[in-house]
């Protein structure tokens, strides 16, 4: 079985400073890990995902993230916070090697204030 | 380039009423997925087409779930009879290809409330 697991429910960052949103996850092999951002009344949209390679991975909007093996972990990261930045922001994770089910965490609710 | 389109954007019906939603993919995506957004919850996957077959129904709820992609190109999600809890956003997603690492669009979702 795989899971994901987001710890925080709501994260508030003021505007400019950095930010983290925290995500760890539960596989059975090696895993293929996703960030995405939900805006209000809006599907998800994907923001950046690890394979392999390096374990910094870069994505759209200045996010990036890092694969951290040891610690089962794939936190979500931006050096400098945007209001328009605050939404809904999932993790998931899927086993390498498998093209089934995406298991989603719970989502964190960021909020940058201005 | 369009991206998935679902319908109706919102809908309230009663307990024991059937209802459903249709979903249009991105054109030539082969992928296309149905997951239930419960208040509070991450998506969960209900089922997953590899053009027109089932690639994993393993959470769907068979006994009132239904859902069909013919000609492998839109889909129809039904439920029928509606319970209580089925009241969630149902999200459609598309991607080009079925592997590990693939990137899914997602539609804007249906929102659906049981009285």
């Known amino acids: 079985a795989q899971s994901v697991a987001q710890p925080e429910d709501q994260v508030n960052v003021a505007e400019g400073n950095p930010l983290t949103v925290k995500c760890t996850y539960s596989v059975s092999g090696n895993p293929y890990l996703f960030w995405y951002v939900q805006y209000p009344n809006r599907g998800l949209q994907f923001l950046l995902k690890y394979i392999t390679g390096d374990n910094l991975v870069k994505g759209s909007y200045g996010f990036e993230a890092e694969f951290n093996k040891s610690q089962t972990s794939f936190h979500l990261k931006k050096p400098s916070a945007l209001v328009s930045d605050s939404a809904l922001y999932f993790c998931a994770v899927r086993v390498e090697g498998s093209a089934r089910q995406l298991t989603f965490g719970s989502g964190t609710q960021l909020t940058v204030l201005p | 380039e369009a991206g998935v389109a679902q319908s109706p954007r919102y809908k309230i019906i009663e307990k024991r009423q059937s209802v459903a939603f249709w979903c249009n993919p991105i054109?030539?995506?082969?992928?296309l997925y149905w997951y239930q957004q419960i208040l509070g919850q991450g998506p969960k996957l209900l089922i997953q087409f590899q053009n027109n077959g089932v690639v994993d129904d393993s959470q769907l709820p068979k006994d009132r779930f239904s859902a069909e992609r013919l000609k492998g190109v839109d889909s129809t999600l039904k439920i029928q009879p509606a319970k209580l809890e089925d009241s969630a956003v149902y999200l459609c997603a598309s991607s080009l290809v079925v592997t590990a690492g693939d990137i899914q669009y997602f539609g804007a979702g249906t929102r659906l409330s049981v009285l």
């Open positions: 054109s030539g995506h082969a992928t």
